[in-house]
């Protein structure tokens, strides 16, 4: 017994190892893959076979049983070939082959001996790396933009040949140029993009969004037609910060997965489903489960525009993933877990004619209409909001001083850092679990006591206790301070009340 062959399986974006291991007997013709393989991994046979044949190997009245372990876990795609092949060679080989437990093999075979890339190459190696592994053996292509920050040496490989002496320690060869994987940074030029200064006036508005942005926290707007929510929305991820490479990484993987066009940018995604999208394509799913629009917003921005338009059975789907950060999608065949941390802004008209409260127009809507048009908006996800604002129209007057989206964005870097620093695990204070963000956001004894006779007076719930915690943090972040202040626990309540306030008439209405 030897050491097993390594490779990576994925199961939606978790990745686990999957061992191979083969025995070669002498009996009958027959080559045999065990351990839940797939239609694609059965044809695996047949390229191994092949590729043994061009080696030489004779496997003549040999039966090879080749088995992928956890067996209970069904494996899929054709990234297991070389992994095969080499757990082959290994029994039939003389010479050993030296394997360690740190390197893993994630490459798809020819007939004729070459690596291969296959589909879900990217997230393998993402999760690959994060499994822990340093060594990871590749297909011919570019990991020139990968390999950055990566702690995994990705080491691409043209054939069978080059495999065994890198296996062996013999890398004498020099690679060819490698094929492109990815394409380099396809560059987001800011420059080109809505800067949020042309939003004019809402004044408010853009400080809650530039806590939002800061701290990932959930965002609803409201307000007659043409406003500027769509604007606002538009422009909002122009302030958040780049992408780490690790999130980068990441975030290309679910596009790959997904199937969905990307450039290796480091601007974080922005989606904006139509509210005509169904709940599959929200929150993903199909026979073999692909991600939705919440997971391919994983790190950056969903928007629903006109939220009262979404179905209710779709926006109560939203509850879970915005609280856990992750999505998990059951079918009969395999349960898969995608990433779906994002911040949320939704947009809404106060009633059905849009202007309820409005001092352009007279709201035509009965007092009925306009409860059940502003309960069927947000009641389901109105515990979920951090911020409610209620916009009106603004004259066209430029104001004299209105920040450029660089400006805001760079507060918003320096809040980032503050929290990666404070919780490591690349947390922000909105998504951090409770328990990490109570013993990590320095609030004093004072303070706790304050918030709770705020709390007790307004009959506010603890988790909108934790929620004001999380908002003043972001605050405190935004203003670089190391502890939580006065003025950012007054400034949390603050926008609280707002958002209870448009709570109350909402719940009034149920009456
Ligand atoms: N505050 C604003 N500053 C600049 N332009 C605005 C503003 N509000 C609205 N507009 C203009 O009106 C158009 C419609 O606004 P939009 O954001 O789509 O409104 P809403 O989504 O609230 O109905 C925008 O494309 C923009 O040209
Ligand atoms: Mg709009």
Redesign the pocket.
């Known amino acids: 017994m030897g050491q097993d062959i390594l490779s990576v399986g994925l199961e939606g974006m978790k990745g686990h190892i999957v061992r191979v291991e083969a025995n070669v007997r002498s009996d009958k013709d027959q080559f045999v893959i065990v351990g839940l393989p797939d239609a694609s991994i059965k044809e695996s046979k047949e390229r191994v076979l092949s590729c043994l044949h061009a080696l030489d190997v004779d496997l003549d009245m040999k039966k090879v049983t080749v088995h992928l372990s956890p067996a209970d876990k069904r494996k899929t795609g054709t990234g297991y070939d070389a992994a095969m092949l080499v757990a082959v060679l290994k029994e039939v080989m003389k010479e050993p082959i030296p394997i360690d437990s740190s390197t893993c093999i994630l490459a798809s075979l020819s007939l004729d001996g070459r690596l291969e890339s296959f589909h879900g190459l990217i997230p393998a190696i993402q999760q690959a790396v994060l499994l822990g592994f340093k060594r990871v053996l590749l297909p011919p292509v570019d990991v020139r933009v990968l390999g950055q920050s990566l702690t995994a040496e990705l080491i691409p490989l043209a054939d069978v040949q080059q495999l065994l002496d890198c296996l062996r320690g013999q890398m004498t060869f020099e690679m060819d140029v490698p094929k492109v994987l990815v394409k380099e940074e396809e560059a987001v030029d800011l420059a080109y993009l809505p800067d949020f200064s042309?939003?004019?006036?809402?004044k408010e508005a853009k400080r809650a969004l530039e806590i939002a942005a800061a701290g990932g926290h959930h965002v609803l707007m409201t307000?007659?037609?043409?406003?500027?929510?769509?604007?606002?929305a538009d422009t909002f991820h122009t302030i958040l910060p780049d992408l780490r490479n690790e999130e980068m990484l990441e975030v290309y993987s679910i596009y790959h997965l997904a199937k969905e066009r990307r450039g290796f940018s480091s601007r974080p995604p922005y989606r904006s489903p139509h509210h005509s999208a169904s709940a599959i394509s929200l929150i993903g799913g199909g026979t073999y489960p692909k991600p939705g629009e919440i997971s391919l917003a994983h790190r950056g921005v969903l928007f629903l525009?006109e939220l009262g338009e979404f179905s209710r059975k779709t926006l109560d789907m939203l509850r879970q993933p915005m609280e856990s950060g992750e999505v998990t999608i059951s079918r009969v065949r395999q349960s898969v877990t995608y990433p779906a941390t994002f911040t949320l802004l939704a947009?809404t008209n106060p009633c059905p004619c849009g202007y309820f409260g409005s001092n352009e127009r007279y709201c035509s809507c009965s007092p009925q209409q306009v409860r059940t048009y502003q309960l069927k908006a947000s009641g389901p996800l109105l515990d979920r909001l951090d911020f409610v604002l209620s916009?009106t129209?603004?004259g066209l007057k430029q104001e004299e001083h209105s920040e450029r989206s660089e400006v805001i964005r760079k507060r918003t870097e320096q809040a980032y850092q503050l929290q990666w620093s404070r919780y490591k695990g690349g947390w922000l204070n909105g998504t951090v679990p409770g328990s990490l963000l109570i013993e990590e956001c320095g609030l004093t004894k004072e303070h706790t006591e304050q918030l709770e006779s705020i709390c007790f007076h307004e009959k506010w719930s603890n988790r909108t206790q934790v929620k004001l915690i999380r908002i003043a943090r972001t605050i405190a972040d935004l203003a670089g301070s190391a502890t939580i202040t006065d003025a950012a626990i007054e400034e949390a309540v603050h926008w609280k009340r707002l958002a209870s306030l448009h709570h109350e008439t909402n719940r009034s209405t149920t009456i």
């Open positions: 042309t939003v004019r006036g809402h307000g007659p037609p043409g406003c500027g929510k769509s604007m606002l525009d947009a916009l129209s603004v």
